[in-house]
């Protein structure tokens, strides 16, 4: 996570633009006269808003649970895929 001053941020904006897309770093801009904001892909902002949708309910969050201890624990089954 890279923290940049406004100014700076602005001043390369292309480079850090390039370097939140190609890089997947989230930079902080900070603002002497204003709040701070976050900079981030689309990809992990969609992934984080994904994984909050997933995480909304008590009942899906327990599924994932029992999903996860049960992969962990050796408890589960592989399937080869069926290919058209």
């Known amino acids: 996570m890279e923290v940049i001053n406004y100014t700076e941020f602005r001043r390369n904006l292309a480079k850090n633009l390039d370097m939140v897309s190609d890089d997947a770093e989230t930079v902080i801009v900070s603002r002497t006269k204003g709040k701070n904001v976050v900079v981030m892909g689309l990809a992990e902002y969609n992934s984080i808003i994904e994984t909050l949708h997933l995480m909304k309910s008590e009942a899906n969050r327990k599924r994932l649970q029992d999903a996860i201890d049960e992969m962990n624990s050796g408890q589960?089954?592989?399937?080869?895929?069926?290919?058209?």
């Open 76 to 84: 589960h089954q592989s399937h080869k895929l069926i290919e058209d």
